[in-house]
């Protein structure tokens, strides 16, 4: 039985890196995977999973109104797929994640899903939420903070270079998020 799968971490922690990888592995041995990001990452529409040591891979770009277990069906009819990938997974809706839940139940493909757990104030996305409730396998992928512990937060600094304390969830500059551990995170939001 095919399985919904959550790898989780924080910024830079290798994520993509892994997720092309694993596609790789499949696709040198002929057999197809159906690869998916966030349209919030794309640049003009163009379906691209890259990863910060230069290797990439085309992706469709799914949003919000996108039904995924609908696109699966209708690829997997066209053309059997082995394994489904999702980069940017806590940009996926709740019910986005269990329409990737009847992909693994319902067509037994397996669903690879990578994703941040939660956002510059320590909460929650609502796709990697679902997911953590969900999911049939759970797995932390590790990167480090500046001290050298493990890192499990995000930190979005402003422009002043300030830790942000508030604004919307999503921004999509990268360049200004920081993995830090939780001791470091709170030190940096002024919660102590």
Not at 47 to 71: C, K, N, P, T, Y
Request: proline share 2%; with cysteine; charged share 25%.
């Amino acid at each position: 039985m095919a399985k919904l799968y959550f790898s989780y971490a924080a910024m830079n922690a290798g994520k993509s890196t892994i997720l092309l990888q694993a596609s790789y592995n499949y696709r040198e041995r002929g057999m197809r995977t159906l690869l998916f990001t966030s349209s919030l990452y794309a640049d003009v529409d163009e379906g691209r999973i890259s990863s910060r040591i230069g290797v990439s891979a085309e992706a469709e770009l799914f949003s919000d109104s996108d039904d995924l277990f609908q696109w699966v069906a209708l690829e997997h009819e066209n053309a059997k797929i082995a394994c489904v990938f999702v980069d940017e997974a806590q940009f996926l809706t709740p019910a986005q994640v269990w329409q990737l839940a009847r992909v693994a139940d319902r067509l037994n493909i397996p669903v690879l899903c990578y994703g941040l757990r939660t956002d510059f104030r320590g909460a929650l996305f609502p796709g990697a939420a679902e997911l953590l409730a969900i999911a049939d396998s759970l797995r932390e992928v590790r990167t480090i903070c500046h001290c050298g512990a493990k890192a499990t937060m995000v930190l979005r600094r402003d422009p002043s270079g300030a830790a942000a304390t508030s604004g919307e969830q999503v921004a999509i500059e990268k360049s200004v998020y920081v993995s830090l551990c939780r001791k470091h995170w709170e030190d940096e939001m002024g919660r102590v």
